[in-house]
Structure formats: C-alpha cells, structure tokens
C-alpha cells in the first residue's frame, strides 16, 4: 500500500467525492431533463432511449474493464483519466446541437465513468489504513447521497426558472467539478500498476456489442426486433464461451456457482430493473403528461433518496441480525407494492398524496435492498474476490438499467399507440398547443395507461425478486464463508 500523509488522505477523499459527484448528479437528473432535451432538440422517444442508454451501454460493459485498469496503471491516473474523458464528453453533451451528438457525446461519458467510478472507493481504500477505511467511505457515501438527491431539485429548478434549454447546464456543471477533483490529485502519490494479468479487451468488446444489439431489439422500430434480438443472444453466448475460456476473464463464471452469489445478481437484476423504470418513464409522465412544473417533480421524489439514506444504516444492522434474505425480501416486498400503488393511481394525478407517499414507501424498500444485496455479494466470495464481486453486482445493476428503459419505452409505445388517436402528441412530448379538449383527454388517459402497464411489469418482477431472496439468499452464508 502506498504511504499517504493525513492531508494527502482527506484531498483524496475530497477529489473522490467531487469525481463521483459528477455521475451520481448526471444519473438522478437526466429522467427529469428528458421532456426538455425532447422539446429543446426535437428528439423522439427512442432519441431520449439513447440518450439514457448510451452512457448505460458503455459504462455497463466496461465498469470491469475499468476496475481492473486500475490494478494494472495505477488508481490515480486511471481515476484521473476517466474524470478528464467525462468532463471532455460532458461539455460536448451541454454543447449538442441535435440528438445525435448529443447521444454520441454520452457514449464517451459512459466510457470515462467506467474508469471513474471503480476509482472512486479504490482510492480511498488505497489512501485510508484499514482501521479508518470505514469512517472515510461513509463520508464518501453521505456526500454522495446528498448530490443525488440534491441533482433532479436543481434540474427541476433550473428548467421551471430558464426553460427547456437550460437542461444544458446539467452537463456544463461539470467542468468546474472536473478541474477541482484533477486539481486535488496533483502531486499525490499512486501505486504502481500490481496485476500482471493482461486486460480483457475482447471481452470488454463482446460485452458491448452483446448489450447494444439487444437493447437497439428494443428501442428501433423499423421491425427487425427478432433479427436485432437473436444476434444480441448470439453475441451474448460467444461473450460466455470467451469468458469461460479466457487467461484473465473480466467476469470470472465460477463465482456463479455459488448459489448465494448468483441470487444476489438475479434479485439485483430484477429489482433494479424495476427502480429505472420507474425512475426514468415517472417524471416524463408526469411533466408531459399530467403537465407538472420540473421543479414541483422533483420536489416530489425527494423523498425516496431521504428515506434510502436515512433507513439503509439500521437496515444494515438488521442484516447483521438476520442476514441478508429476510431483509432484501422484506425490502423486495415493499417495492413491489409501491409499484402496483404507482399503477393503480397513474390515473388520478395526485403528486402530493399519491406520488410523494409511494416514493416514501419505494424508498423504505429499497433500503432494505442497496446495502444487503452488497453485503449479500461480498459474503458469499472469498476475500480475494470481493472487489470482482463487487464490480460485477455494480455492473449487473447498471445493465439491469439499460434493458429497463429499451424494454418499458417499447412496452410504453405500444399501450400509449393502442390507446391514443391520431393528431395527439406522442408519449412523453408536451403538446405544444392547446388541442381539442376531448383529444387531450385521450393522450393523457393513453399516458396513464402506459405508465400503469410500466408499473404492473415491474411490480411482476420485484414480486420474483422477492420470492427470491427468501429463496437463495440467508445467513448461513456468513458461517459458511467464514
């Protein structure tokens, strides 16, 4: 371990909390500032899919490659490559003048979060002794809690008091950001590259090409879903035959074995698919389709990431009780219902006593699901394999994430197309006009409707999810493992 002086340790901290800042504010705004980049760049639906899932794709399939970069060059200067690639694709995206740049400048930002993100809590493993590592990561984490929830009341800020064009100042925030972090890790010392083991490129590409092709199945609509679809599926196995056949797999398959392991992936799959969801089509929903203000929006999802912060400390020690099963299908329980509530409400367009109390209760849920599914995952390897286990877990999340939007925005289409009329606005875009009162009716009944079935799907799976966690996930693990 390389020797940090106590002031090199708290500049580092600090440059990890302003670097991780910058994706954790860019992920909780952007389904806020999606009705503003349609109407700011005249993008369709499937523009603001990729727009979502072109930093997903790419950071989803090079979040290992980007951990074990690290290992090999150096956290410092992969952290600080990945800050300056993010912070170059940043301006870019504030700069866009149309939609396709604007996707392509997400695709960079994807690339340079994935060697940002695993280099935020390495190197603070790195500067930190073991016996202060975890004061300093639950600093880390109560700064990163308060910009995520502090990112979509900006945003809706911003755009309720400048208007649509100002979603660009979301991206442009980061250029400051991004200096101060580099400026705190000059001069700071870094370890030299420790892996021998070459990286996984062709891994790294196969995974890439796998998630493309079956999240373009879903979100393109020139009907060749099952063509698109089937060589995703091929790519998906030739990706499985690569990794189980590799020098230095990116995912190692053998910890699947384990059938603790492979539940914490499945549930953590599930039930992320569902909180991007649901995260990602609600304010859309609800800004150009029940017409509120951004700001008043996200006001009103405050207080999922209140409650997710405030309740995931005491759900860690009833982990430590009861293990991790019981609490992540108690957690997996209550999302379930919040889902079914958002559904069943979608209707009634009530944001203060129906979308602030389900968001209440999503966030109970999901506190009963963040920090036990990771304790889950670091229980059920050996201690070697925890930062593996760990970067996979993160990963399988953020694919979760990616499928979500393709799959619900097609799911969404289709409900919205089968129920609306010719002449309204499609789904998600505010009416630029006042139309004919019986035609706006009908496209925000059609909006419910599609909302609601986004809802009903999800709740399905974090239903399983559920049942899953009781199913493979429980305490003997810990005695097993230990």
Same mark, same amino acid.
Not at 209 to 232: E, N, R
């Given at each position: ?25 860019? %992920? ?53 490559? %990945? ?400």
């Amino acid at each position: 371990m390389t020797d940090y002086s106590p002031a090199q340790s708290r500049r580092i901290l600090v440059a990890a909390i302003v670097a991780s800042s910058m994706g954790f504010i860019d %992920g909780s705004v952007i389904s806020i500032v999606t009705p503003a980049i349609r109407a700011s760049l005249g993008a369709s639906l499937a523009d603001v899919q990729w727009v979502s899932n072109a930093y997903l794709l790419t950071l989803s399939s090079l979040l290992l490659l980007g951990g074990a970069a690290g290992d090999r060059f150096g956290l410092r200067n992969v952290f600080a490559a %990945g800050i300056v690639l993010f912070v170059l694709a940043s301006l870019a995206s504030a700069l866009a003048a149309n939609a396709a740049f604007l996707i392509a400048a997400r695709t960079f930002q994807g690339i340079g979060a994935a060697f940002m993100v695993p280099g935020s809590l390495a190197i603070i493993a790195e500067a930190y002794p073991k016996d202060q590592r975890g004061g300093a990561i639950g600093t880390w984490a109560a700064a990163s809690s308060l910009t995520t929830l502090l990112g979509p009341v900006l945003g809706g800020a911003l755009l309720t008091w400048f208007g649509d064009d100002s979603w660009r100042w979301v991206f442009a925030i980061n250029l400051p950001l991004g200096v101060l972090a580099l400026a705190l890790l000059l001069g700071m010392p870094d370890a030299s590259g420790r892996a021998p083991k070459p990286l996984d490129l062709a891994g790294a590409a196969l995974a890439t090409v796998t998630l493309l092709l079956i999240s373009w199945a879903f979100i393109d609509v020139s009907g060749w879903f099952w063509a698109y679809l089937g060589a995703g599926l091929l790519a998906l196995l030739v990706f499985l035959v690569w990794e189980a056949r590799a020098q230095a797999p990116m995912l190692p398959l053998a910890l699947f074995a384990d059938r603790h392991f492979s539940g914490a992936q499945a549930v953590t799959f599930l039930i992320y698919f569902g909180l991007s969801a649901v995260l990602f089509y609600l304010p859309m929903v609800m800004i150009a389709g029940w017409l509120i203000s951004p700001a008043e929006v996200a006001i009103a999802m405050l207080p999922f990431g209140i409650v997710l912060t405030i309740l995931s400390p005491p759900a860690g020690k009833l982990t430590d009780r009861y293990g991790p099963g019981p609490v992540i299908a108690v957690g997996a329980f209550l999302v379930t219902l919040s889902f079914v509530g958002f559904g069943l409400t979608a209707h009634l367009h009530q944001v203060w006593l129906g979308i602030v109390p389900l968001m209440t209760l999503f966030g109970i849920g999901m506190s009963g699901i963040a920090g036990p599914v990771s304790t889950a995952v670091m229980g059920a390897v050996k201690d070697g394999e925890t930062g593996t286990a760990s970067a996979i877990n993160n990963a399988v999340a953020r694919v979760a994430g990616l499928f979500a939007v393709a799959v619900m925005g097609g799911l969404a289409l289709f409900i919205f197309n089968l129920n609306a009329s010719a002449g309204v606005a499609p789904f998600g875009v505010i009416p630029e006009t006042a139309g004919p009162a019986d035609l706006e009716a009908l496209r925000v009944l059609a909006t419910d409707q599609a909302f609601s079935a986004i809802c009903y799907a999800t709740a399905v799976l974090a239903a399983v999810g559920a049942w899953l966690s009781w199913a493979m996930i429980d305490h003997r693990q810990f005695a097993r493992a230990n």
